[in-house]
């Protein structure tokens, strides 16, 4: 018998579960845009041999899907940190959290801007979350970050 002391075992560390995660995918238009491109590029490749034009047009589709995919950027609230596509910034030096609708996010989007906000924007998504940086060393005044639903990452981001 070995002289180390009995327990429980260690159970392996888990990651903190996400307060809010959302992808930004392109929206059902952009996808049957994509189809109807592969499928054009089919159709184009038909002359050539019918076989290849199946290859093709597959390859096109699967690689416009993996593209679009590998694109749409990651909205996360997680062990502390805001983060938005590429960029993270620490939930303390954050301020107050405001859900944007569609015309809101327009406004902030237009007159209202400050070209030192942070953005983190899709077209297809109308509605986003404005959030302030309190941090007085960091010149960025503002996030504005796309999102469909507003509400939950401000409630996520507020807590």
Request: hydrophobic content about 50%; proline content about 9%; aromatic content about 6%.
């Amino acid at each position: 018998m070995s002289d180390a002391p009995r327990g429980t075992p260690l159970s392996p560390s888990r990651a903190a579960v996400p307060t809010y995660v959302e992808r930004l995918w392109l929206g059902p238009l952009g996808w049957v845009l994509l189809v109807a491109f592969a499928a054009m590029v089919f159709v184009a490749f038909v002359p050539v041999d019918l076989r290849v034009a199946g290859a093709v047009g597959v390859a096109v589709l699967a690689a416009g899907a993996a593209v679009l995919a590998g694109a749409a950027p990651r909205v996360e609230v997680r062990d502390g940190t805001f983060r938005a596509g590429g960029a993270h910034i620490p939930l303390a030096v954050l301020g107050p959290a405001v859900p944007l609708d569609a015309t809101a996010a327009r406004s902030e989007l237009g007159p209202r801007l400050d070209a030192r906000a942070h953005l983190c924007l899709r077209g297809w998504i109308h509605t986003a979350v404005r959030v302030e940086v309190s941090d007085p060393q960091d010149p960025t005044p503002y996030w504005i970050v796309s999102t469909r639903r507003p509400a939950e990452l401000a409630a996520a981001l507020n807590d």
